[in-house]
């Protein structure tokens, strides 16, 4: 019998580009045909033919409380009882926005948008108008969302300026990205040596998640912010991903480093579409209406996702919420480790708070250039050996993986012996 997702993706192709809303749906990373998921309640979710799995996806980040979860859920409903959106003003917004503010104390001022891109596309044109320079710094490896400037790899030369990584990118909007190597400290102390001046922001994901989990050296965090400080340039730490994920107050909380602007999503909008950037009041002062950086959105702060975002970011706030996140993932990234050393499979994993990494390698790898050393076809293999084992990782071995407050110590111990029966046999 044809799978209903294979159905749904056959018919999906004819009219949405590749069958999927968003490229790393698609399967084309690990190959096979992607799931079509038709309900989720806490840890698991279920495909289209009614087969269920281990979540350790969580729509990327967003379902740090698991899926379905009964105040979120009351909260949308109650809220969307009173009205769907109304592009004006509403209390809730004060109130996400104070909240926001109390748990990242680098937050002075903070404004709600639609995504990560938007947040972190407007964190880049406030730099920009705040230093009144062009020139921004990102990191190979790391993901910004996909507004232009941010669409951009590394390109040949001594310091690199940026080339496209997508077509469409014009090449004279590339050239003003400059891509450093994640984690080298040097290499960014170099750039500022060499054009320092030219510089409006630096933009880093703080905990890279991007190109599988690559945590950040010490050295390159206290570089970053040092040579920001000295050079007059904004530090944009790109939270989208870790907010309210590596720890209550984010990887900024979790590190120790003080971001002038960050970028906010995922966690902070429950699962619906809510994201946010906000820092230093004289930075945020500089947007409209107040100043003269433009930014806009008929749907920022819409009050059904700022529901969502609220409710989960209130039950993240319960006694020993991270402790208790962190110590589930450690156990997984421990144990699936365990596992592999037993068979002697060179695979390994780490974590940090509630997110984590797996990688067919002997070490998590440090830099971008280790990640892709990494046996990537090892990878796709375990991937589709897990999902027949009804387990659901990230479909990519350049994603990191996300565990929730409800993923039981039954569901961890369940994943390491399904990996364990597969590193058993594994060739
Ligand atoms: P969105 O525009 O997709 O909401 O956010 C972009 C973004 C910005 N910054 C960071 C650190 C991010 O991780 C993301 C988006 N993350 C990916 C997962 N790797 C979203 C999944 C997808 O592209 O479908």
Request: aromatic share 8%.
């Amino acid at each position: 019998m044809t799978s209903h997702n294979q159905s749904l993706f056959d018919a999906s192709q004819k009219i949405i580009p590749g069958g999927v809303n968003s490229p790393v749906r698609a399967f084309r990373s690990v190959g096979g045909t992607p799931l079509f998921f038709q309900k989720g309640s806490g840890a698991t979710v279920w495909d289209a033919d009614g087969k269920r799995y281990t979540d350790y996806v969580g729509s990327w980040g967003p379902m740090i409380v698991g899926h379905c979860h009964p105040d979120v859920v009351r909260a949308v409903q109650d809220a969307a009882a009173n009205g769907l959106g109304f592009g004006a003003p509403t209390a809730a917004e004060l109130e996400i926005a104070e909240l926001l503010c109390r748990l990242l104390p680098s937050l002075e001022m903070v404004r709600m948008v639609s995504s990560g891109t938007e947040a972190t596309m407007t964190a880049i044109r406030l730099a920009r108008g705040f230093t009144g320079r062009s020139r921004i710094v990102k990191f190979e490896g790391c993901y910004h969302g996909h507004s232009d400037g941010l669409l951009v790899k590394a390109g040949s030369g001594a310091l690199t300026f940026g080339q496209p990584s997508s077509s469409g990118v014009p090449a004279e909007i590339a050239a003003l990205t400059t891509v450093l190597t994640y984690n080298d400290a040097a290499g960014l102390e170099r750039a500022f040596a060499e054009m320092g001046s030219e510089i409006a922001a630096v933009i880093v994901e703080p905990v890279a998640g991007n190109m599988n989990l690559v945590l950040p050296k010490p050295e390159f965090l206290a570089a970053l912010r040092k040579q920001c400080t000295e050079h007059g340039a904004v530090l944009i730490l790109d939270e989208v991903m870790t907010g309210f994920r590596v720890s209550m107050q984010g990887a900024q909380g979790y590190y120790g480093i003080k971001p002038d602007l960050v970028t906010l999503g995922k966690v902070m909008g429950g699962g619906l579409p809510a994201a946010a950037f906000g820092g230093r009041r004289d930075i945020m002062e500089c947007l409209a209406p107040l100043g003269a950086v433009y930014q806009a959105g008929t749907l920022s702060g819409n009050p059904v996702a700022v529901a969502a975002g609220l409710t989960t970011l209130k039950l993240v706030q319960a006694e020993g919420f991270y402790e208790r996140l962190s110590q589930r993932t450690r156990q997984l990234t421990e144990g699936l480790t365990a596992s592999a050393k037993k068979h002697g499979v060179a695979f390994c994993a780490q974590s940090v708070g509630g997110m984590f990494g797996l990688y067919f390698a002997v070490q998590p790898p440090t830099s971008y250039a280790e990640v892709m050393a990494c046996d990537a076809r090892a990878f796709n293999k375990f991937f589709h050996a897990m999902l027949d084992a009804g387990v659901y990782f990230a479909p990519s071995a350049f994603e990191a993986g996300f565990v929730s407050a409800a993923h039981t110590e039954a569901d961890i111990a369940a994943t390491i012996a399904a990996a364990d029966a597969i590193f058993s046999v594994w060739k």
